[in-house]
């Protein structure tokens, strides 16, 4: 089996501060089993609460004009730029689970350019690239651009913060070592039977 | 006066949650002002919560082989390769005050590896470079060089995990376009009289 | 239906010379479907027949020391570096059924410097890396480097040419615009019931 | 004497398959000498045969809106940026020949920006440019741009592959270190008396 | 204290030519100090006078749409881009004094795109930015922009030759390894009272 | 004809400074005409007096362990990279008549790291692009390093300053738009007959 982290892991979940316990058994209840970060994250609890707070008012804000597969866009762009696996292929189990489009996380992944989005996703990718990538600053022109797509300034917030975010949790996983769990990458490559 | 950011900024600090005051407050009667950066972010108070507990919980952890004027001088070398200049002036102030050497930051954030830090602090940046800019991941060599330079597995985590949560912070601002408060530009620049 | 070309592609494969369309019936055969590439090559009999000529000259060669799983490796890295999402799946679907590894073409195509891969394996895919994306050239150190890992001489030209040759591949499809067949995608993910 | 290539070159050309040592002997007798790109390649006949079948279906394509001096252009520019000696070289002093303007090869190779050609020709090499050393895909824009200029969907063809087939070569000459024959470098500088 | 360059210094002024013994008296008449970049040049005589005639030349021209104040600005952030401490330093105290603004420097060493700078100023700097960092040529686009802000062509030799000669001297800087004298950085940073 | 500069140029040699015209007859007694660059500088006497006694200081100086056409060699290379067509043909041919080797100018442009050069010239030339191109610092290592190839400290510094006033060079022909006169191109390319 492979390693889950350079830094440490707990022996076994029943010793965690209980809140930290309860969020775990949670995503697996869910997801049928306990994404590798959350055991990554556990050596450092406050850090842990911080992560998965500022990361749950990011990808759940509700937003007519910014939905969750498109958060699981940009996160999935972002995070193949930075080379980060398991971002990658963790959020791209979900970018396929919401879009129920099954080529579109490895086509975001790949080459975000060529992929087959609308004008608008394309735009929000281009956004995220040029403050994320390329560490630009949100100019008047920008705005317009983005505004003119029928973008309100809450989702230029979110875009930009979604893109910022992925980069600290793209580097935690650069030290840390942390593979994707085997379940991520099939997750809705299948579509289900009935 | 410039503007504080291009999102919205509270017009009164008595409307925001009590929480937030508070934390306002004390950075207030600390400091003497309030730094721009709690203003930018009021208008999302999840976002502003997980923020500060994120930095304090990375800031303020007692280490004897990290201190806090080194957990500075990551902040103010990461902040200048990423041009964010409210990070650089604030954060270069709190390197004057810690350090107690008022040519530091602006050594640091114009070159660091041409400033006058031991070797073990130029290792430690070097680090932090290869992690955040160059998304390089941590390898067994990075590991060993560091332990032998006398960091213990958790300053290196906190480390990559400073580069790469003011790789988020750099990010927001540019976004938001905040600037530093004129205050900082000249803390710790000139010895207090007695 | 995606377009498979910008340039034009045969209405029917029975006007295209007897040739040409030997060898895709020949694939048809094999793989149960045409991949795009041949349809797209189409157009230009002679640098259709010259590219698989080359291709076939470079990817069936036998040797002990370089595997066609390991020749595979460097088409799926090379071509996820000049971010070519048809020749990534493609090849990837590849790799996977000579490997029998289904995680290894995304582990591969978002950074090969984490995979799970021998350090003989990663050497290979650094050396391709050196000279096909830095443009280096092959030095007394790089030959020393490689026979040790038990690397022939035959072996580092098959690295390099198959290196060399994707880079014509990968743009050869980024002026053409030519998706991946969708077959592709799941070939090898999911191990095959008795 | 310098040599010819880290990989085997032939002892005699007698000793190499017949239609080799004819395509030999065909260039010798239309040169006056044996380009070391021949020689280089006969370790792999396959190969050899590949390669020059390909090369020629790109180089001597009749077209009136792309003419051989223009063809070559495109070689030395897209050589010159991957640094490859033999092929600045020996194309450069084709580019002489074809053109009749002696220094139209070390223009172009030292910087086609500020080379005297036409704005069709610039266009050309900055289309060659994106698409090869900046990996960038064709796109609607650049496809009109270039018709605008003139140019027919072949002729982008033509310069794309030619573009990304001097990519191999570059590299294969890399790999093997050959260098350009003595004759190369001065062919086509000095006007041949009557 | 900390070493003045890697290079012989004078032992003592007295020991100079008398001209260079003469500007350096001139300077320190002027300044309080003598510049350390004045000592670092001294084991060059031939060398000292051309750099000084040269710059003196080029940042004392008088020129009613290019002024002091902004030939510093160009010197601070071209310094900044090219990482040498005492440029950034010794010209940031400069442009903080004949700007009499205290925070200019900093914001444009930092990033100059997000100064608080005319769009005139701007432009000056995002051309000297293509000219010295980009290596970029002036074109004629260049040239109409230039001007329809108001610039001659006599301003745009300025701006460009600046921009240059403070490259070379950003490279010997860093070569002699020569820091700023610590009188500049508090220079123009405090109101003088009167 | 070609324009020699977007900034004004002499009607006639005569209607300049005499120690102008003085020196541009001197390089013509020499060379048999006038090179642009000197042509190109004449609106600037100063600048032009400053420029010429730089680079004769640096040219000029005689030192056993560093040759004429080592100094020429580190310009050809230079300002290869800074794609200077006129500072490559120029200083190309002064390079070939020094080291009597018709093809090392074209070797060392086109890619320095391949040309048929000594270890220790090879290391000055690495240099010299650490120092210019990567903007890098002189460290402890590159000091003995160069020391150990023989280099006195006084050539470091002569490598350093020639790769570095050739950059300021470079840049002053591409706001120029400067070409090379047309008989730089053949000298050295042809042996002389007695």
Same mark, same amino acid.
């Given at each position: 089996?492979?390693?889950?982290?350079?830094?440490?892991?707990?022996?076994?979940?029943?010793?965690?501060?209980?809140?930290?316990?309860?969020?775990?058994?949670?995503?697996?209840?869910?997801?049928?089993?306990?994404?590798? +970060?959350?055991?990554?994250? #556990?050596?450092?609890? #406050?850090?842990?609460?911080?992560?998965?707070?500022?990361?749950?008012?990011?990808?759940?804000?509700? /937003?007519?004009?910014?939905?969750?597969?498109?958060?699981?866009?940009?996160?999935?762009?972002?995070? #193949?730029?930075?080379?980060?696996?398991?971002?990658?292929?963790?959020?791209?189990?979900? !970018?396929?689970?919401? /879009?129920?489009?099954?080529?579109?996380?490895?086509?975001?992944?790949?080459?975000?350019?060529?992929?087959?989005?609308?004008?608008?996703?394309?735009?929000?990718?281009?956004?995220?690239?040029? !403050?994320?990538?390329?560490?630009?600053?949100?100019?008047?022109?920008?705005?317009?651009? !983005?505004?003119?797509?029928?973008? /309100?300034?809450?989702?230029?917030?979110?875009?930009?913060?979604?893109?910022?975010?992925?980069?600290? /949790?793209?580097?935690? +996983?650069?030290?840390?070592?942390?593979?994707?769990?085997?379940?991520?990458?099939?997750?809705?490559?299948?579509?289900?039977?009935?």
């Amino acid at each position: 089996m492979s390693q889950l982290s350079r830094f440490s892991v707990p022996d076994s979940i029943s010793d965690l501060p209980e809140d930290i316990q309860k969020s775990m058994l949670a995503v697996q209840e869910k997801a049928g089993f306990i994404p590798n +970060v959350f055991l990554m994250l #556990a050596h450092r609890p #406050a850090e842990f609460r911080a992560f998965f707070a500022y990361h749950d008012a990011l990808m759940e804000r509700e /937003s007519p004009t910014l939905s969750l597969a498109e958060r699981e866009m940009i996160v999935v762009a972002m995070s #193949a730029q930075h080379e980060c696996l398991y971002c990658v292929v963790a959020h791209g189990a979900l !970018l396929r689970i919401y /879009s129920k489009q099954p080529h579109l996380s490895d086509q975001i992944a790949i080459n975000y350019r060529t992929a087959p989005i609308t004008d608008k996703q394309r735009m929000m990718l281009d956004f995220t690239y040029y !403050l994320a990538i390329e560490c630009g600053v949100l100019t008047d022109e920008w705005c317009a651009k !983005l505004q003119e797509q029928g973008f /309100s300034m809450d989702d230029i917030w979110d875009m930009g913060a979604i893109a910022s975010f992925f980069g600290l /949790s793209n580097r935690l +996983v650069s030290m840390a070592g942390t593979p994707p769990n085997d379940e991520f990458y099939l997750l809705g490559r299948i579509p289900r039977s009935k």
